[in-house]
C-alpha cells in the first residue's frame, strides 16, 4: 500500500467508525435520558427542601448536595479503597429517618468503592474525624432499585455522616 493510500485509510476509518456509531442507534440511549430527567426532577426537589430547612449546602458537579460540618484530620483522608467505619443516619425528604448506625460501624469491612456513590464522592471530601451532611439523588444512591422495605426506589437520600476512622 503506498503512503497516500495508507494515510487516506488511516484518516476515513476514525471517520467512518464515528459516524457509524450515532447516539439514537446506542441501545443505551433512554437510559441515560431517564437518568438526566430523575437528576432534573430531583434538583428542583432537593433545593425546595434545602430553602425549606435553611440549609447552607455546596453542590458537587455530580449532583451531590453537602455541606462539611467538621473537616476532620488534614493528612488523613480516604481512597476508594479505604475501609471506612462511620456513625451515620439516612432519611428522605420528608425528614423519615430509614435507618441509623446507632454507634460506629465499617459495614462488615466494605471498602469505599462498595458503598453508593453519593457516599463515595462525600466521605472522600473529610478526613478522619470530619462529619458530613449530604443531600443525595437517586442516581448516586440505590438508582430505581428498593433497598428491601426500608428504603423504597428512586428516594433522595439525605445523610448525615461522621468518619470514625478508615483503614
Known amino acids: 500500500m503506498n503512503a497516500f493510500l495508507r494515510a487516506a485509510f488511516c484518516f476515513l476509518l476514525p471517520v467512518f467508525l ?37 440549609l447552607n449546602m455546596e453542590r458537587d458537579f455530580s449532583g451531590l448536595y453537602f455541606n462539611i460540618e467538621a473537616p476532620g484530620s488534614d493528612s ?28 460506629s460501624t465499617n459495614f462488615d469491612g466494605r471498602a469505599l468503592k462498595d458503598h453508593i456513590i453519593g457516599w463515595q464522592i462525600g466521605l472522600q471530601k473529610i478526613g478522619k474525624g470530619g462529619r458530613i451532611f449530604m443531600i443525595i439523588p437517586s442516581p448516586l444512591a440505590f438508582g430505581n432499585i428498593a433497598v428491601g422495605n426500608i428504603i423504597p426506589a428512586n428516594t433522595v437520600l439525605v445523610c448525615d455522616v461522621e468518619l470514625v476512622d478508615f483503614k
Open 18 to 54: 464515528l459516524t457509524a456509531c450515532s447516539k439514537d442507534e446506542y441501545s443505551g440511549a433512554d437510559v441515560y435520558s431517564d437518568v438526566e430527567k430523575t437528576m432534573i426532577e430531583q434538583d428542583i426537589l432537593i433545593q425546595k427542601y434545602i430553602r425549606e430547612h435553611n
Open 76 to 103: 488523613a483522608h480516604m481512597t476508594l479503597n479505604s475501609v471506612p467505619t462511620v456513625i451515620y443516619t439516612r432519611a428522605n425528604l420528608k425528614d423519615s429517618v430509614f435507618d441509623a448506625s446507632f454507634g
